[in-house]
């Protein structure tokens, strides 16, 4: 499935850059699951464990943008709806190897512990 950069900025900056549904259809996509509210920030760090080629190739862009512009959100957001509104990211399902982990993580990094 394919995502925009701004949808994608929510999950790799964790700052919410567009709808909250995009943030769950993002996550469900990259991990198979049906995820709940809380399990958002902590799915968010296991992608960011694991590092899907999609999460970095989004990651180094952000890097690349945020070095051009600076970290300010609004600046950020301006920018990035101006130049990269139709520049997107596929998204896919983590491998076996690397959504092995990713239930004992899950659990053992909910926030409901």
Same mark, same amino acid.
């Given at each position: 499935?394919?995502?925009?950069?701004?949808?994608?900025?929510?999950?790799?900056?964790?700052?919410?850059?567009?709808?909250?549904?995009?943030?769950?259809?993002?996550?469900?996509?990259?991990?198979?699951?049906?995820?709940?509210?809380?399990?958002?920030?902590?799915? %968010?760090? !296991?992608? /960011?464990?694991?590092?899907?080629?999609? #999460?970095?190739?989004?990651? @180094?862009?952000?890097?690349?943008? $945020?070095?051009?512009?600076?970290?300010?959100?609004?600046?950020? %957001?301006? !920018?990035? /709806?101006?130049?990269?509104?139709?520049? #997107?990211?596929?998204?896919? @399902?983590?491998?076996?190897?690397? $959504?092995?982990?990713?239930?004992?993580?899950?659990?053992?990094?909910?926030?409901?512990?």
């Amino acid at each position: 499935m394919k995502f925009t950069v701004k949808q994608l900025f929510s999950v790799t900056d964790g700052r919410l850059s567009t709808e909250i549904g995009d943030v769950y259809e993002i996550l469900n996509t990259a991990t198979g699951e049906q995820l709940m509210t809380h399990h958002l920030p902590v799915a %968010m760090k !296991y992608l /960011d464990e694991v590092k899907p080629d999609w #999460y970095v190739k989004a990651r @180094e862009q952000l890097v690349d943008i $945020k070095q051009k512009v600076g970290d300010d959100f609004q600046n950020l %957001m301006t !920018y990035i /709806d101006k130049i990269y509104f139709a520049n #997107y990211h596929e998204v896919t @399902e983590m491998t076996a190897e690397q $959504k092995k982990g990713f239930g004992a993580y899950m659990i053992e990094n909910s926030l409901l512990r």
